[in-house]
């Protein structure tokens, strides 16, 4: 099997083109265009030259993942570059989409860790003594939202209503599960007898992520607005 038509060889190039386009939001069209150029041709003579010399397929594979790894550092330095000869519009949008895009991650690992958590108090409290609805209702209630906010999240036309959602999730979650395990598990009794400040710990702790996930919202809708020179365009 030749290099070109190599599976294992067109998923490391297409990663690679993927990397470029990602380092390379953002900046101005000219430079985008030109760098993805750059690292096509590049990856064409790689491609060529290990068929030429006869090498296993799996290894051209392995060097372009290498070289994609290793130039990593080097290319986030060009970014940085392109992105200071670009106008203070660029370079504001293109910091504002980077932070955009942590605090996704922040916020769907927040989601995340709730739906998990928010899962595992449903099961215990399902599957334990029976419970008025009123004490295990706002667990499941919670879960179930956090678990449609993990959905929109991933949506970028939804993200901010999954944000929305996952902040009214997060922040009573903690404090509604180890309310309602107090019944059930000995280790949440534990903790609530010999913890005297733990309500006020556990509001602390969703009331902060809450509000991590009402800063992504903001963040993302500042990033959605035009930047002066889309205006002017």
Not at 6 to 20: E, F, G, I, P, Y
Not at 34 to 52: G, K, P
Not at 120 to 127: P, V
Request: proline share 3%.
């Amino acid at each position: 099997m030749s290099a070109r038509s190599s599976a294992a060889v067109r998923r490391s190039s297409s990663a690679a083109l993927r990397w470029c386009r990602f380092y390379t939001r953002g900046l101005d069209p000219h430079f985008a265009v030109e760098r993805a150029d750059e690292v096509a041709s590049d990856l064409f003579e790689h491609t060529r030259w290990a068929q030429e010399a006869g090498q296993d397929p799996a290894r051209t594979a392995r060097q372009i993942r290498s070289r994609t790894l290793r130039g990593a550092g080097s290319d986030l330095l060009w970014r940085r570059a392109r992105l200071h000869e670009g106008s203070a519009d660029v370079l504001f949008a293109a910091r504002v989409g980077s932070l955009s895009a942590a605090l996704w991650a922040i916020v769907f690992v927040l989601v995340l860790a709730s739906v998990v958590f928010g899962g595992w108090a449903s099961i215990r409290l399902a599957t334990g003594i029976s419970l008025p609805l009123a004490t295990v209702g706002p667990v499941y209630a919670a879960t179930a939202a956090a678990a449609l906010a993990l959905l929109l999240l991933l949506r970028r036309k939804t993200q901010s209503v999954g944000a929305v959602l996952g902040t009214a999730a997060v922040s009573i979650l903690p404090t509604v599960s180890i309310d309602a395990l107090w019944y059930i598990s000995a280790t949440a009794s534990v903790l609530v007898s010999s913890l005297p400040s733990l309500d006020l710990v556990l509001l602390l702790l969703g009331n902060t992520q809450g509000l991590v996930l009402l800063a992504a919202v903001l963040c993302w809708s500042i990033a959605r607005r035009p930047t002066g020179s889309d205006v002017t365009a």
